[in-house]
């Protein structure tokens, strides 16, 4: 049996098939979405049929009150990107730290335990200016991670600009850290490695 009533958005009249009460149908004037009635409410005269809400081919307007949420935003990757790039500071940072340390105890080493402080430093100098610098794997290992690292962040804020994505300063900022670091990354790499392949 058919469900006869008016449309509540332009108050056409309308009419369904009975397995349809209760559900959402598409009006057949105004295209709203509506939700049909469980019993007839409009005489028995030939009224056009509903068409059952399915794909319709432009979008559809909710009935007045009807609780719209807004679309889904597409994921940014700002956040990662930043996240990469605050990594790649911190490993560059623990490399030059390492690095560093491994200068430090080179001069002590070779000056002996009597040595002072400022004369461990001098002999560390000396070593970095003649190309005898002693090979430190960990700075190694730290620069490589960071250069990874910035490299990844510097994509996804690449991304993130291109795409015209939420969170678009957060991207610039993963921009300019990722660059930064990526350098100073690569100069410990340098450095890490000088001593391995400088001549004797």
Known sequence: MAIRFACPACRQPI????????????????????????????PTEQIPMAAPLRQPLEPIM????????????????????LTLAITSALLCMLGFMVFAYQIQK???????????????????????TSGKIPPSPLAIAFSITGNLCAIGGLVLAIRTLLWQQPRRGMAIVACIISVAFFCCAGSLLVN?????????
């Open 15 to 42: 009419e369904i098939d009975d397995e349809w009460a209760g559900q959402s149908v598409g009006c057949p004037y105004c295209r709203k979405v509506i939700t049909a009635p469980a019993v007839s409410a409009w």
């Open 62 to 81: 909710p009935p007045p009150g009807y609780p719209v949420s807004a679309p889904a935003r597409a994921a940014s990757a700002a956040p990662w990107a």
């Open 106 to 128: 080179a001069g002590m080493e070779k000056l002996g335990p009597d040595a002072s402080f400022a004369e461990a430093q001098q002999a560390a100098q000396e070593m970095l």
């Open 192 to 200: 890490s490695l000088y001593g391995v392949v400088a001549p004797p």
